[in-house]
């Protein structure tokens, strides 16, 4: 079915949306990009992914294309056009199309950001049959770039991470370096001892999570230890629990790390309770 997409300012049909060959973020991948979920029609932390946006363009100097009021404006849009109950809203800003390929930046005066959005249904998307079951990951070297709290759209390594973990028959790779994991392929990563949740401490070395954020919020709200910091593989592998966050896994136990089983190896209570609170509190601030 075809949807209607956002292209610089216009809603098109996809089969009439056009892009530069030119443009960056196809010849760079300079470019950065926000997935926001949508349950029962709504936007889930919102603000959270606009804020993050503004960070990564500024990060690279990138021009912002559109205020975020806009921003709301045209997520709700798309959402509405294309009839979305739950399923997510792709947005992605480009630095433009200066007509040529050259490796400087261009100037933005003469070539704005490029901005596109669209959207993708995913009926029940809350209601993952894997959240019963959890994940099984691998773990991979990391050998991304030093920015990955920037959110850009160079994702050909997580993408052949993805490929590694599908060859190996699991679910996700986590990547390690220097003997910690610092996060998953498209995920934040966390393990669980006792009560007390441990996730690796925001820094260049991962995304700063949206989900994270609202996740770690929760749980300390809920009485539950958290402690940010790194930590390896063994002692993944020696966890009671573990799971990943992002905006379209929400919470997800993981129950497999290499081969290695984790407690029961089944989904543990702490990530099944966070996935609970989670979707309960975060449906209810959806806008
Ligand atoms: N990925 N780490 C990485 C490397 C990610 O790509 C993502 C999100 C996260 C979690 O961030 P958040 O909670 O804000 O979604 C962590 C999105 C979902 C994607 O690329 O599709």
Do not use: C
Not at 31 to 60: Q, W
Not at 102 to 129: R, Y
Not at 214 to 220: E, G, I, N, T
């Amino acid at each position: 079915m075809s949807r209607i997409v956002y292209v610089n300012g216009d809603y098109v049909p996809e089969e009439e949306a056009k892009i530069s060959v030119f443009d960056r973020g196809f010849l760079m991948a300079d470019a950065v990009y926000e997935v926001t979920s949508v349950l029962g029609g709504k936007l889930i932390d919102f603000p959270g992914h606009v804020a993050r946006l503004a960070r990564s363009l500024g990060e690279l100097e990138m021009a912002a294309p559109v205020t975020d009021a806009e921003l709301l404006a045209v997520h709700r849009e798309l959402v509405a056009r294309n009839g979305i109950v739950d399923g997510l809203v792709y947005l992605q800003v480009t630095r433009g199309n200066p007509g040529d390929r050259d490796f400087a930046f261009p100037d933005p005066a003469t070539t704005p950001s490029g901005i596109v959005l669209f959207t993708q249904s995913k009926p029940g998307l809350a209601d993952a049959p894997a959240a019963k079951t959890g994940w099984k990951v691998i773990s991979i070297p990391d050998v991304r770039w030093g920015r990955r709290d920037i959110k850009t759209t160079q994702l050909l390594y997580p993408s052949m991470g993805k490929m590694m973990a599908k060859k190996a028959g699991v679910d996700d790779a986590w990547f390690t370096e220097d003997g910690f994991v610092t996060e998953g392929t498209s995920n934040n990563a966390y393990i669980v001892k006792g009560r007390r949740i441990i996730t690796r401490a925001l820094s260049n070395d991962i995304l700063h999570g949206i989900t994270r954020a609202a996740v770690l919020r929760f749980a300390k709200e809920a009485q539950m230890e958290v402690e940010e910091r790194s930590f390896t593989l063994a002692e993944a592998q020696a966890a009671d629990e573990a799971f990943v966050t992002s905006a379209s896994a929400f919470v997800m136990p993981v129950v497999e790390i290499d081969g290695v089983a984790l407690g029961s190896g089944k989904p543990g209570p702490v990530a099944v309770r966070l996935r609970e609170i989670y979707l309960e509190e975060s449906r209810k601030a959806a806008v």
